[in-house]
């Protein structure tokens, strides 16, 4: 019979996730728990110079100073740090200089995620660098890349290979005192990505890592670095599936963004981490630290979405120090069952003529929190600097919540800012519109949400834009019969 | 012609509720196809509920009768399975919704039904040129066709958006809720004019309204009145200018 509100929630309520499945892989560890030995451990293990493991010996004496913070809207239980592994990796047969050297297993998982990099290799215009765990086992277009003088290889590469450049950038717009995770992951980061453009480069194609945590009870602390050097374009995705837990994982990551004069960075994200169960049981914390830093002239976009993770406390924000310097924030958060997300911008405003836009879209259902939290601050000698925030909610039940909390600091008189927000439920006029001209209930979700999130999903890369559109289907739809 | 297969709509005694209030009760209404009836009433006659009955709103619950529909039991299909047999209901108050365009919507809707027939979706080229006839009949802009349904549409223009679809559509049964309501003369001309084109002796329509005016230009075989859940008095397009001369009273009296 007739589709209603409580059928709806069911629906929500019975979806499983979908890409729940874990690799066999046998893993090199080290022992449980954090302290300085570890750190060394982490970093002998990585073969990494002196400079770097001075680095994280004084993020964790920074970090042993801090305090988990708490102002966030979401609840959860502490990790319990010491009983975390803080460095794992799949154990490499040897050098890998092709695919047929990749565990067969791993690529079986990459098969269940839909992005075979046979495929990816025949595709043409996507260089994939495929994290399993911490160390990255397979990365491909390298070499055409390099043609172009364009560096896109794990961190842990990078140090070997460019340390000049890691040396100059790294901690460079996230300090090592930024907060608690942020000095965590600069301690123990075990690998990610690091990608160089040239001046005057464009790059020709999307890049994209896709990102899993697969090890159980394996703490994964991503570190990506990015810098687009004077008048270069770059536009990258982060897309990440993880396999279904019990435990709760954690997931510290820091990604720097720097975007010299004239540059442009778009920053896209597809995260679908694992979000616990009906009950709320499982899934990852994301804790995240992601910032831009944009010269003279220069543009850093950031377009996220965000289906996944038990918890999620994500602000991808931008410090326009340049003048001219534009900032972007467009993203998309989903959460259902007993999911929380705290997710916004800030948009840091110190040169003169500089703009920014946020324009963020909360989906709440089951029992789920979605805050947006979001700093809007002009400097003194911002001039003429505008912003456009727009931040709205969709409910999709009478029990989840959504929340705004928009901050704004103004210190200079001939800024323009601009606020907009509301709220809406799922309309039940609505689905029945749908459902008369033919619509059923589930593509009817589908359609309305897909409908809402629109302007965000148009800022995603058009190959992604259709994987967004699926994931946001599966993220909502029911099992429906 | 089979007398059988003529028959499109048969409502026999439906009672209808929301919450603990009856609003239907005891209606009866044959509807076969070529035909077009006209529903008229006063407020609170229970017109607009008979419309979401048939179209399957799930607030209203059906208490007692039967209503068959090309045979099948229709209170046994699903709102959008209604659809797909090829019931229509052009709304009063159509529905806003924002970042899905009306074509998307309406080939979302198209591609549905084919897939409950097993047939494939309608070819992207098919789908335009049927898109460019039909909205010609209600004078629908190219602008329209590829703004979020209804949104920012004025009044006329969401009713012509109504007789759009329902072109795109092509129902068998129309129910057309208080389309005139709201119209200005010309909205109501283009309207009429577009009903009136789709009109066949294969399909047939219900037309519920407040006021005779839409009956000069959708020209009703029966118009039947509406009192009290249940309807009280059917005649020709004649009753119409009755009603309009003498009002709902010397009727509601007479059932008192």
Not at chain 1, 167 to 191: C, R
């Amino acid at each position: 019979m007739a589709y209603s509100e409580d059928d709806l929630k069911q629906d929500l309520e019975d979806q499983e996730y979908e890409f729940g499945f874990t690799t066999d892989v046998d893993s090199e560890k080290i022992p449980k728990g954090l302290n300085e030995e570890i750190v060394r451990i982490i970093s002998a293990k990585k073969n990494e110079p002196e400079w770097l493991l001075e680095y994280r010996l004084n993020a964790f004496k920074v970090w042993q100073g801090m305090v988990e913070p708490d102002w966030a809207h979401v609840t959860y239980e502490k990790p319990n740090l010491q009983e975390i592994i803080f460095y794992s990796a799949p154990k490499p047969k040897k050098e890998l200089a092709s695919l047929d050297e990749v565990d067969p297993e791993i690529l079986k998982t990459m098969d269940r995620l839909g992005i075979s990099l046979d495929e990816q290799k025949k595709l043409t215009g996507v260089a994939v660098d495929f994290v399993m765990d911490s160390v990255s086992v397979a990365t491909s277009f390298k070499e055409k890349l390099g043609e172009l003088g364009v560096i896109f290889c794990s961190f842990s590469e990078a140090v070997q290979e460019h340390p000049e450049l890691v040396k100059k950038y790294l901690g460079t717009v996230v300090p090592t005192t930024d907060n608690y995770y942020a000095a965590l992951n600069s301690a123990v980061f075990s690998d990610g990505s690091f990608c160089y453009i040239p001046k005057g480069t464009k790059c020709p194609m999307e890049l994209s890592t896709y990102f899993r945590i697969n090890e159980s009870g394996t703490g994964q602390f991503e570190r990506t670095l990015l810098v687009a050097d004077e008048g270069s374009y770059v536009s990258y995705l982060e897309g990440c599936t993880a396999p279904q837990r019990d435990e709760n994982q954690l997931h510290a990551a820091v990604v720097e963004l720097i975007a010299l004069d004239d540059a442009e960075i778009k920053y896209s994200t597809v995260q679908n981490w694992y979000p616990g169960d009906k009950d709320g049981v499982g899934g990852v914390f994301n804790f995240v630290t992601k910032r831009g830093i944009c010269e003279r002239n220069a543009k850093i976009s950031w377009t996220q979405v965000e289906t996944g993770s038990a918890i999620t406390w994500k602000y991808p924000s931008c410090i326009l120090k340049g003048d001219n310097s534009v900032g972007e924030f467009y993203s998309v958060a989903v959460t259902n069952n007993y999911q929380m997300a705290d997710t916004g911008t800030k948009m840091l405003h110190i040169g003169k003529n500089t703009k920014s836009t946020i324009i963020s879209k909360g989906i709440s259902a089951g029992h789920s929190h979605n805050s947006y939290r979001g700093l809007v601050k002009i400097g003194k000698g911002a001039d003429n600097s505008r912003n456009f925030s727009q931040c709205d909610s969709l409910l999709m039940t009478d029990r989840c919540g959504a929340h705004t909390y928009p901050y704004v600091e103004c210190e200079n008189p001939t800024a323009q800012l601009e606020h907009e927000a509301t709220t809406s439920k799922i309309g039940e006029d609505q689905m029945f519109y749908c459902m008369q001209r033919g619509i059923g209930e589930e593509k009817a979700i589908s359609l309305i949400v897909n409908g809402y999130a629109k302007e965000v999903l148009n800022k995603l890369p058009m190959e992604f834009a259709v994987e967004a559109q699926k994931l946001l289907e599966i993220s909502l739809e029911g099992s429906v019969g | 012609m089979d007398k059988e297969i003529k028959k499109m709509l048969e409502v026999k005694n439906l009672h209808a509720s929301v919450g603990d209030k009856e609003i239907l009760k005891g209606l009866n209404l044959e509807v076969k196809a070529g035909e077009v009836h006209a529903i008229m009433g006063p407020n609170g006659s229970g017109k607009s509920t008979l419309s979401a009955v048939l179209a399957g709103r799930e607030e209203y619950e059906v208490t007692e009768g039967e209503v068959s529909y090309l045979g099948k039991e229709l209170l046994e299909l699903n709102p959008e399975e209604r659809s797909w047999e090829g019931i229509f209901l052009a709304f009063q108050y159509p529905v806003e919704i924002p970042g899905v365009s009306n074509i998307n919507f309406l080939k979302t809707a198209i591609n549905e039904r084919q897939k409950y027939f097993g047939k494939d979706p309608v070819a992207a080229k098919e789908f335009l040129k049927m898109v460019k006839e039909k909205s010609a009949l209600v004078e629908l802009s190219d602008k329209l066709k590829n703004r979020s349904v209804n949104v920012g549409f004025s009044g006329g223009e969401k009713k012509r958006n109504e007789i759009f679809q329902m072109a795109m559509l092509e129902p068998k049964l129309s129910i057309l809720d208080e389309t005139d309501s709201g119209l200005d003369i010309d909205a109501l001309r283009i309207v009429a004019h577009g009903v009136n084109t789709l009109k066949s002796k294969d399909n047939a329509s219900i037309v519920i309204t407040h006021y005779q005016r839409l009956l000069d230009y959708i020209v009703p075989d029966f118009v039947h009145v509406l009192y009290d859940g249940r309807i009280i008095k059917t005649g020709g397009k004649e009753l119409a200018l009755e009603l309009e001369e003498k009002g709902y009273d010397w009727l509601t009296k007479e059932n008192a």
